[in-house]
């Protein structure tokens, strides 16, 4: 529930830009509760799901990974378009904030990201998440080609 309050507070701020004061406390406020609810858990389970799995599985097999800022946040988008659940903020948060702009620079591949998405399950093999079951791990891969800002950012 910790968890759960800390991102609904931080994806429902309106905001302009992320140098207003109240992104920033928001922000700020969501990253400390997440803090709180692994602490409450003794494990990162609460705020570390399948978008963590995918960073895990590039940081793995990538000669040189991206940040893991950049890859859990594509990997979330990734998630969040799959699942149909709260796409369209997270997709508002990463325009207004620049990190689309930025995730293009890095010539990241979308091949990557399928690989990682196969993998994935294995990474903590014992911790379900939605890329344990076959049918999100496709719907999460062909994604990868067919939605515009991952065609933006991902190289085929």
């Known amino acids: 529930m910790v ?10 701020t309106p905001f302009e830009s992320m140098e ?3 992104f920033l406390k928001e922000l700020l406020d969501s990253l400390a509760m997440s803090g709180v609810a692994n602490e409450i858990a ?6 570390s799901g399948s978008e963590h799995l995918i960073s895990h599985a590039l940081d793995s097999f990538l000669e040189r990974p991206q940040l893991h800022g950049v890859q859990v946040g594509i990997a979330t988008y990734i998630m969040c ?14 325009t207004k904030t620049g990190f689309w702009d930025y995730c293009a620079t890095l010539e990241l591949k979308a091949e990557d990201f399928a690989k990682a998405i196969d ?3 294995s990474i903590k093999p ?4 939605y890329l344990h079951e076959e ?11 067919t939605d515009d800002k991952l ?4 190289k085929a």
Do not use: C, Q
Not at 42 to 47: E, K, M, N, V, W
């Open 81 to 94: 378009k799959i699942l149909d659940h709260r796409w369209k903020r997270v997709d508002t948060i990463f």
């Open 42 to 47: 003794g494990s990162s389970a609460p705020t």
């Open 151 to 154: 065609k933006d950012i991902l």
């Open 119 to 121: 993998m994935a399950p």
């Open 135 to 145: 049918k999100y791990r496709e719907l999460a891969k062909a994604i990868l080609t």
């Open 20 to 22: 207003e004061d109240l």
């Open 3 to 12: 968890a759960k309050k800390a991102v609904n507070s931080f994806v429902r």
């Open 126 to 129: 014992h911790r379900h998440t």
